[in-house]
């Protein structure tokens, strides 16, 4: 329970990663709460197409006379599970793979990051499209598994570098001479020390993983999500119009103010997210 208040005091005395925290916390709710409190009518109302913020319509209406703000809120909640699982996914296999081949060595880590380095080589959004569009995209899984499968290298190669810096310390030299095996150094000994490193990079995977899907959305390469941002976007620019419609700008900006707005708080949270997590750092703080 100490750790826990620490670690909230410490975001709130940073105050770039208390805004970040409390943008976070925002679309967190509004992808958990807000489709509850915002119901969803997707009844076309051409009378009232385009109509610009008011008191009923918060965030004024698209080409249909629909509600802009209800959909944004109820689109949010696939956006993020996509990003959440992308990450996770990218997370434990990145982690795992760089652990091992920072602490094995010898042929095995030449192999590792010789795989590694090609995928590198290589931009991923393009290849995430060619994926997209060869792949069925089914459900949210599937769209993460996607998203995931060039997102490891990066995250493997800082992971093994975090780790040669660790394996010559006297606790994992006693490990070994102990014969406690890979696993126990991995969990127990190396995991603790790069958590917040992982947390951070955890953020900034899931920050990845939904502009990619927003952008792969937004080229039609994803099953079709009415709500989803990248599919509002496609909608207002591609198929409706709304691009050329002065009345129809809060319609198309709505979602890239919001993919940007949880960009900067994802941003700004990671800020004073290692000092939170580290305690070597809390201590020179507090020295």
């Known amino acids: 329970m100490r750790g826990v208040i620490d670690f909230f005091r410490i975001i709130v005395l940073n105050r770039r990663s208390c805004i970040g925290l409390i943008i976070t916390i925002f679309f967190i709710l509004m992808a958990t709460v807000g489709p509850h409190i915002f119901p969803l009518d997707t009844k076309v109302d051409y009378e009232n197409r385009y109509q610009k913020p008011n008191f009923e319509h918060w965030l004024g209406t698209d080409y249909g006379g629909r509600d802009v703000w209800s959909q944004i809120v109820h689109g949010s909640q696939e956006v993020l599970l996509i990003g959440l699982l992308a990450a996770v996914v990218t ?8 652990m091992i081949s920072g602490l094995v060595g010898g042929k095995l880590d030449t192999v590792i990051m010789m795989i590694t380095n090609l995928f590198l080589t290589i931009p991923s959004l393009p290849v ?18 996607i998203l995931s499968a060039w997102s490891w290298p990066g995250l493997t190669r ?20 102990m014969d406690l095996g890979l696993p126990h150094i991995i969990f127990k000994e190396i995991m603790p020390n790069i958590v917040s490193y992982l ?4 953020i900034m995977i899931m920050r990845g993983a939904i502009v990619g899907s927003v952008a792969i959305m937004m080229l039609g390469l994803a099953p079709y999500s009415p709500t989803n941002w990248g599919q509002m976007l496609n909608l207002a620019i591609s198929q409706t119009g709304g691009i ?5 700008y809060v319609y198309v900006l709505s979602p890239i103010v919001c993919l940007a707005l949880f960009q900067l708080g994802t941003i700004f949270f990671a800020n004073g997210l290692d000092e939170a997590l580290n305690p070597r750092l809390r201590t020179r703080g507090g020295a």
């Open 158 to 177: 800082a992971v093994r570098s975090q780790v040669i810096s660790l394996k010559e310390r006297d606790f994992i030299v006693i490990c070994k001479v």
């Open 128 to 145: 995430f499209i060619i994926l997209a569009a060869f792949l069925s995209i089914e459900d949210p899984f599937s769209f993460a598994l």
């Open 199 to 202: 947390a951070i990079n955890f």
């Open 244 to 248: 050329f419609n002065p009345n129809g």
């Open 91 to 98: 997370l434990i296999f990145g982690a795992v793979l760089g």
